[in-house]
């Protein structure tokens, strides 16, 4: 079985693609937790009322979840450099995210949504199982970013991917407030803290350390 895994994730990417699924809980639920009983700021701006309710885009907000997938396994199998580099970003921006959820922790108010069809049911089930909090920067778009940033540096997918990835980030960009599950200044501020994360991981050579990480643990071959 461990053979098996290996041909679709090699063994040097187990150990950063579980750190990436940590800090995401860490920084989302745990951020969520801590701030439970804490007072939620709500950043509506003018903007945000001329945004219109498109339930029809709960659609590509569900189908971030394959693209996250997707995207990130490319990365991680890239190359040793490829991968250490840009999921030390990921990471990196990750952790700044929770900075700001328990520095500012934020909420929204969210549409009844009364009519029926697909697109409803669907959107009904995502505000069910989704809390309108921990807003402020949109995870959502942080981690579509990512993945079109990561296409960027690939050289064994496709051409055409990349250009596949731009525009799946945007349409999850969009789907963000067309579905009223984030607020405008929330897609603007995901972009800065992913580049931010990017730049650390230049600046820190950050990689280093997840490469250095998985030669103690015997992950690096």
């Known amino acids: 079985m461990v053979r098996q895994l290996e041909k679709i994730m090699p063994r040097y990417t187990w150990l950063p693609v579980s750190l990436v699924l940590l800090t995401n809980l860490l920084s989302f639920y745990g951020s ?17 009322a001329h945004i219109p309710l498109a339930p029809f885009f709960v659609l590509f907000y569900v189908l971030a979840y394959v693209q996250w997938v997707v995207g990130f396994c490319l990365i991680a199998r890239e190359s040793r450099a490829v991968c250490y580099r840009l999921i030390a970003g990921e990471i990196l921006a ?22 029926g069809g ?7 089930l995502v505000y069910r199982l989704d809390r309108p909090v921990t807003l402020f920067p949109s995870i959502h778009c942080l981690e579509s970013w990512f993945c079109f940033r990561g296409a960027l ?8 991917y990349p250009w596949l990835s731009l ?16 607020l405008a200044v929330d897609i603007p501020s995901a972009l800065l803290v992913a580049e931010l994360g990017l730049w650390l991981s230049r600046r820190l050579d950050a990689g280093r350390a997840l490469r250095a990480l998985n030669r103690r643990l015997r992950l690096d071959e």
């Open 167 to 182: 525009v799946m980030t945007l349409l999850v960009c969009a789907s963000t407030v067309l579905v009223k599950q984030h």
């Open 153 to 160: 540096y690939l050289k064994k997918p496709p051409r055409w």
């Open 94 to 115: 990750k952790l700044c995210c929770m900075v700001i959820f328990l520095i500012l922790p934020t909420a929204m108010e969210r549409p009844e949504i009364t009519g």
């Open 32 to 48: 969520a937790l801590l701030n439970l009983h804490r007072t939620h700021y709500n950043l509506t701006t003018a903007l945000d």
């Open 118 to 124: 697909v697109w409803n049911a669907l959107l009904r």
